[in-house]
């Protein structure tokens, strides 16, 4: 009597077909799986960005369709000192308010990396600034710097006595762009604050351990141990603050529309101005692209905050 013996498991199991196959394919799944972002910024980031840049080298205006000049926008931008005010006015802003952030933001997270009560209630409250919409900010502080109303030449005038009229915050060109800075470093240090707070409680307790059984300084831990250890977290939240500073457009609108005598324009709000209240599309997107050669520094500034953080850790810098 003969026996017959059964094929292998594997050999009875159905092979895969080529859809599965396919969804297997490491490859194929990362493309499939970036695919959404990639059509979204394709339609709200690339479009946009592409539609400016094309306007910036036509004569556009409202209600009119342009033809291509060329360079002319640009080379009209080179002898316009307002677009230059606005260019001086855009890097003082940028990085006066950044390094203010960054100063106040970093001491701000020190001090809550401590162990204190109450710690995650007074989390909560200093990310307040940065939850309350910007516009809602920055009516808040046009009262603040009312000529009239000001609570600030109140205290001073009427509580402490020290001056004898109110200060007119916004009524000149300088006192009015370090209005704008203090708005500005005021609603930033949150998000400074808690993303270095992040970063901090990254960093292994046992190295501060065996700094100070070694001898070391708290000047010589934060900066042997602390500062080092926080470069990549610096160096991006340094440049998203340094975009975000440079492209701010709600809370200098809001409070000052660019004034007095248009010394407080940034390139964002002259875009603005140019291009929609004062309908020369083509030259309003001009100013905005003039912005992009900043926005690529910021970006390399934090690619070489990386590059070096890869150094210290004994990687290629490839």
């Not at 970093?106 to 307040?128: D, E």
């Not at 701010?248 to 603005?272: E, K, M, W």
Request: contains cysteine.
């Amino acid at each position: 009597m003969s026996v017959t013996t059964l094929p292998p498991l594997a050999l009875v199991q159905r092979q895969p077909n080529w859809l599965v196959r396919l969804f297997d394919y490491k490859p194929f799944l990362v493309v499939m799986c970036l695919a959404p972002a990639i059509g979204l910024l394709a339609v709200f980031l690339t479009y946009p960005l592409g539609l400016g840049l094309w306007l910036a080298f036509t004569d556009t205006t409202i209600g009119r369709k342009g033809e291509f000049i060329g360079l002319e926008n640009f080379q009209y931008l080179l002898t316009d000192p307002l677009w230059w005010n606005a260019v001086f006015y855009s890097v003082v802003y940028t990085g006066i308010a950044t390094f203010g952030k960054f100063a106040l933001g970093f001491w701000l997270a020190l001090l809550l990396n401590n162990h204190f009560p109450f710690k995650s209630l007074l989390r909560a409250i200093i990310l307040l600034p940065w939850i309350v919409p910007t516009v809602l900010s920055a009516l808040a502080f046009w009262w603040i710097y009312d000529p009239q109303f000001s609570i600030i030449s109140y205290l001073l005038v009427d509580v402490l006595h020290w001056r004898t009229s109110n200060i007119d915050f916004l009524g000149s060109p300088w006192p009015a762009r370090f209005s704008l800075i203090a708005a500005n470093i005021w609603r930033g240090i949150p998000f400074v604050a808690i993303s270095l707070l992040a970063g901090l409680q990254t960093i292994s307790p046992s190295l501060y351990e065996a700094a100070m059984l070694d001898g070391a300084s708290a000047w010589q831990r934060f900066r042997y141990i602390t500062f080092p250890m926080m470069m990549p977290i610096l160096a991006i939240v340094m440049t998203f603050s340094i975009i975000f500073t440079f492209t701010d457009f709600q809370l200098v609108y809001a409070i000052t529309r660019g004034g007095p005598g248009n010394s407080t324009h940034l390139l964002a709000t002259l875009a603005f101005q140019r291009g929609i209240a004062g309908g020369e599309l083509g030259e309003g997107a001009a100013i905005a692209v003039s912005m992009i050669p900043f926005l690529v520094f910021a970006t390399l500034f934090s690619y070489f905050g990386l590059a070096r953080r890869k150094w210290q850790q004994g990687e290629s810098n490839d």
